[in-house]
């Protein structure tokens, strides 16, 4: 019962990106050709709110679910990380069509063949972890 609240939130989280059509293969398509506002308004919409929310936990000095203030650090050649990780990411996104949060969704939907992603996505991360060290930070 304690881990209710996660699910409820996952079951909401399932439900906005299907009637929002963010797990349409197609919607997803025709923002990768440039055709459709659609995916860029979600998207945009979500950075939008990312950085409200993220400018009101610095303003309000928010705190984590242990107490503790959330801090902010700027890291030296980020942008680097960013550039790579966000190639890798979209790069991924483009061959499966999904991205991380809605594949759990299509696999919920009864789209199996998303279990190939998931375990791809899972032997991914783990061969990051194994190889982190050895990769510039």
């Known amino acids: 019962m304690k881990f209710i609240k996660y ?5 909401l989280f399932g439900i906005v990106m299907s009637k929002s059509e963010a ?3 197609y ?5 990768f050709r440039f055709q459709s506002f659609h995916m860029f308004g979600i998207i945009g919409t979500a950075v939008l709110s990312g950085i409200f929310f993220t400018w009101l ?12 203030q959330i801090q902010f650090t700027d890291k030296e050649g980020a942008w680097k990380r960013y550039l790579y990780g966000g190639i890798i990411f979209g790069l991924g996104w ?8 809605p ?22 991360t783990y061969t990051y972890g194994v190889f982190k060290s050895k990769l510039p930070h």
């Not at 919607?27 to 923002?31: K, V």
């Not at 610095?58 to 503790?68: A, E, R, T």
Request: charged share 10%.
């Open 7 to 11: 699910i409820l939130t996952g079951i």
């Open 23 to 25: 797990v349409s293969w």
């Open 27 to 31: 919607r997803i398509q025709e923002m």
């Open 57 to 68: 936990i610095k303003v309000l000095k928010g705190k984590d679910i242990y107490g503790h």
């Open 94 to 101: 483009a061959l499966t069509g999904a991205c991380p949060g």
């Open 103 to 124: 594949i759990f969704v299509l696999l919920g939907q009864g789209y199996m063949v998303m279990l190939v992603v998931i375990a791809g996505s899972l032997l991914g």
